[in-house]
């Protein structure tokens, strides 16, 4: 008796019709990103149209803080978005152009990952990084949260969240998010590239660590090897605004903060693996005035 209800077991099991469904099996994570800030119901709603699609979707968020600019939004993606599993969906808002004539669009990228939102430079940095295997803009048509039609300020709940909600749901592919755009179509920010000019390294300050002060730039630990730097060898810095010459230093070349004295400068390398510079226990930015993005620039060399 026992031996014929195993064998009815198993072989229910085997041809049992509810092992994964289609829409099931294509879930994607879903990640939303804004300047819309946690004080008002901004992002809850677009969370709420992305379950309004599927209650099965997993949400979760880069940030909501507001950036300083579209430059600095796209690298905090940048920062975060490589350590996403392939199939990821991006829903990026930072969008002063929101109801102009400025595209909705999908890209997708060589790695898997998709981005939703504006096309107004926020996808410079991941489309520089991993390659645009696809660009779609959005068919508002198809793709926008009915009932929305006459709202023309929250493209994050009524186009963004929504379409990118189903496409990690599976409820469409990326075929069905609208018609299919040349890669050279897509609006890049221009950005000063790191360099090495004789003994000096220069680059970008694109973002601050804005939890501690720390000052980073995009300047490659490579350059430093190129360089001839080790740990231990004093480095001089200059951090310049524009032409004006902000900030001059000297400071180790350390491996972490601990290991200069509390209070003291030192270089290091980021988690990004870029050269950065940070006050041990302190904030180095808030204490020599320094800021980032497109105007910012630092220069570095062996002492």
């Known amino acids: 008796m026992w031996h014929l209800l195993r064998i009815a077991l198993l072989n229910l099991l085997i041809v049992s019709p509810i092992a994964v469904s289609p829409i099931a099996a294509a879930r994607a994570p879903l990640v939303f990103m804004s300047d819309f800030g946690l004080r008002d119901g901004a992002v809850a709603a677009m969370k709420g149209v992305a379950y309004g699609i599927s209650q099965e979707l997993v949400i979760s968020d880069i940030t909501h803080e507001e950036p300083a600019s579209i430059f600095e939004a796209a690298y905090r993606l940048y920062q975060a978005e490589a350590f996403w599993p392939q199939g990821t969906v991006f829903v990026v808002v930072v969008d002063p152009g929101v ?16 981005f939703v939102g504006p096309d107004n430079g926020l996808f ?18 198809v793709n926008r949260r009915p009932g929305s039609e006459n ?12 379409t990118g909600a189903r496409l990690a749901s599976g409820t469409i592919e990326f ?11 897509l609006i890049r920010i221009p950005y000063r590239q790191p360099a090495i000019n004789g003994n000096t390294a220069s680059g970008l300050i694109p973002v ?5 002060g720390n000052v980073w730039s995009n300047i490659p630990q490579n350059f430093l090897d190129r360089l001839g730097v080790k740990v231990g060898d004093s480095m001089h810095v200059k951090i310049y605004q524009g032409a004006t010459l902000v900030d001059e230093l000297r400071a180790p070349y350390a491996k972490t903060f601990g290991n200069v004295p509390v209070g ?4 290091y390398i980021n988690s990004l693996m870029n050269v950065a510079i940070a006050l041990n226990q302190g904030s180095y930015a808030g204490t020599h005035k320094i800021g980032s993005g497109v105007d910012w620039f630092i220069e570095v060399s062996k002492d």
């Open 99 to 114: 109801g102009t004539d400025r595209l909705s669009i999908v890209l997708k990228t060589r790695n898997g990952h998709y």
């Open 124 to 141: 410079s940095l991941v489309a520089e990084q991993d390659g645009i295997e696809e660009l779609r803009q959005i068919d508002e048509k």
């Open 151 to 162: 709202s023309h300020t929250f493209h994050g709940r009524d186009v963004f969240a929504y």
């Open 175 to 185: 075929s069905q998010v609208g018609p299919q755009l040349p890669p050279q179509r």
């Open 208 to 212: 601050l660590d804005v939890q501690y």
């Open 264 to 267: 003291k400068p030192l270089i």
